[in-house]
């Protein structure tokens, strides 16, 4: 009997996790939006207007799109110091600071978005303004490189506000958003909770796969001998050489010479190689460049970094 009882309460505790885990689940769910928001509900970045509904097709204002890039993208102020603690009143002219979303706009100020100052929170939000606003700050917190991306057609590019241009083909790149059936992003659509949502549950799959992604290895710097030969008590010749290479095309110019005040001779050159389509002998020739300089300085060499644009002193 002892064992008959404790496989029953098992039973009813199992059947009621069950019942709670589908009271908590949100009922107006659209197709494709159950993983989005479910996950960002578990996330603490979205809640619903009750237990069982998320209210997808409702337009979200500006208020809840700040909130929730800021929640989703964990953008924060801890590194930041203060003389005293920022309030939204100190920026923006419409945000109380008691409101619910206050924190969320001075975190968003403090991380670089740019939002204006008079903006109204209760505003709805239009797809160009959350899809610009989104990828700005996921690239922020991902400390993004510039990309140079082929621009995605768009059929009503000719609608989309000029600025918003450029963070809008990126999204796209990111594979963030996509265009409608008829190859069109509806810029000043309005956005609704549901879009949201998938929006931002993308850009958190981005920004994860952006921190996984390892580094590019530093590209090899070629090695160039450096030869100190005197040529009288009073100067030194000095050779850079890269080596023999296989055509007459290999270059290696001095761009200028820094003499400091600890006795270093500071030699910048640059390094140039054939054009593909250039015509060389194909011949080895030893690519070297020479120089002379007072015997008292010591001779120190370093790759320009920029293209030279200044003389030999």
């Known amino acids: 009997m002892k064992r008959i009882a404790t496989l029953g309460l098992a039973s009813l505790l199992i059947s009621s996790s069950l019942t709670m885990s589908t009271a908590f ?3 107006d769910l659209e197709d494709g939006q159950a993983a989005a928001v479910n996950a960002l509900k578990d996330r603490g970045v979205v809640s619903g207007i009750d237990s069982e509904h998320f209210a997808p097709k409702v337009q979200i204002s500006y208020a809840q799109s700040v909130q929730m890039i800021v929640k989703a993208l964990d953008l924060n102020i801890d590194m930041i110091r203060f003389k005293s603690l920022p309030v939204a009143s100190g920026t923006y002219t419409n945000i109380a600071d008691n409101a619910w979303y206050a924190n969320a706009f001075v975190i968003a100020y403090y991380n670089g978005l740019e939002i204006p100052k008079d903006v109204n929170p209760n505003a709805t939000v239009t797809r160009e303004q959350f899809g610009d606003l989104l990828v700005r700050a996921l690239e922020k917190k991902g400390n993004f490189p510039k990309l140079k991306i082929v621009p995605a057609t768009i059929n009503d590019e000719n609608q989309i506000t000029p600025e918003y241009q450029g963070a809008l083909q990126r999204m796209l790149h990111y594979k963030i958003a996509e265009l409608d059936k008829d190859g069109k992003f509806n810029p000043k659509s ?18 994860n796969d952006h921190a996984q992604t390892p580094a590019p290895a530093p590209a090899p710097v070629e090695a160039v001998s450096v030869t100190v030969e005197k040529v009288n008590d009073d100067v030194n010749k000095v050779t850079l050489s890269r080596g023999e290479k296989p055509s007459a095309g290999y270059s290696i110019d001095i761009n200028n010479i820094r003499f400091d005040q600890s006795g270093q001779a500071v030699i910048t050159y640059t390094l140039s190689d054939p054009q593909p389509d250039s015509m060389n002998a194909s011949v080895i020739t030893e690519a070297k460049t020479v120089t002379y300089l007072p015997v008292k300085y010591k001779v120190v060499t370093e790759l320009a970094t920029v293209s030279p644009d200044s003389q030999v002193n």
């Open 25 to 27: 689940a949100f009922s």
């Open 190 to 207: 309005q956005l609704t909770r549901g879009g949201a949502a998938i929006w931002v549950y993308n850009a958190i799959r981005v920004l």
